[in-house]
């Protein structure tokens, strides 16, 4: 869905996106196949809020 949204962040360290109203940090990176298929591009692709992305190791526990 997000390549059809042209969001796919591939030559940049992270990018923050909006998705669906929300802030996230993204990043996608392209991989060698998927479950040996190679056919395609595939690619691997991340996506964490802003709302979370920055909670410190206290809160998470």
Do not use: P
Request: charged fraction near 20%; include cysteine.
């Amino acid at each position: 869905m997000l390549a059809l949204l042209g969001q796919l962040v591939l030559n940049e360290n992270y990018k923050i996106v909006l998705f669906k109203g929300r802030d996230y940090l993204a990043k996608t990176c392209k991989t060698k196949g998927y479950q040996g298929f190679y056919g395609l591009k595939w690619y691997g692709h991340i996506m964490i809020s802003l709302d979370y992305a920055f909670l410190s190791d206290e809160l998470n526990s």
